[in-house]
C-alpha cells in the first residue's frame, strides 16, 4: 500500500537527488583523463558512466509513476524501475572496484564514490519499502 501524498517524507526527493549526484560525479571523475585513459573510454569509461545514468534515469522513472488513482499495472512498473535502479547500483560499485584496480584510483575519490552509490541504494531501498 503506498503512502498518502500529504504524508509523505522526502525519500522520492532524496534518492533522485543523490542519484543526479552520483551521476554528475560519475561523469566529472570518468571525463578527466587522470583517472581515466581515454584508450579505455571504449571498453570501460562509457559502461562506468551509463550505469550511473541509468540509476539516474531508473530513479526519474519510478518518480514519474504516480500513485495517486494508479492501478496495478502503474504499481508494478514502478517497483519494477525501482527495483532495476537498485540492481544497478550493484553494477555501479562492482565498476568502480574494477576501475580502481585497474587505473589505481586514489582511496579518496573511490570512498567517496562508493559512498555516494551506497547512499542512492540506501535512499531507493527505503523509498521502494515505505510504499510495501
Known amino acids: 500500500m503506498s503512502v498518502v501524498e500529504s504524508k509523505r517524507e522526502e525519500g522520492e526527493l532524496r534518492a533522485l537527488t543523490k542519484a543526479r549526484e552520483l551521476a554528475v560525479y560519475t561523469i566529472r571523475i570518468c571525463c578527466n583523463e587522470n583517472n581515466f585513459p581515454k584508450r579505455y573510454r571504449w571498453c570501460i569509461t562509457n559502461k562506468v558512466v551509463e550505469t550511473a545514468l541509468l540509476i539516474n534515469l531508473y530513479i526519474e522513472k519510478a518518480n514519474s509513476v504516480r500513485l ?6 502503474e504499481i508494478e512498473t514502478r517497483r519494477k524501475y525501482q527495483t532495476i535502479a537498485i540492481a544497478e ?3 555501479m560499485t562492482n565498476l568502480i572496484s574494477i576501475s580502481r584496480d585497474l587505473f589505481g584510483l586514489k582511496g579518496d575519490k573511490v570512498e567517496h564514490w562508493t559512498r555516494l552509490v551506497k547512499s542512492v541504494r540506501t535512499l531507493a531501498r527505503a523509498w521502494k519499502n515505505s510504499e510495501k
Not at 495517486?68 to 499495472?73: D, L
Open 68 to 73: 495517486k488513482n494508479a492501478t496495478e499495472v
Open 89 to 91: 547500483t550493484y553494477a
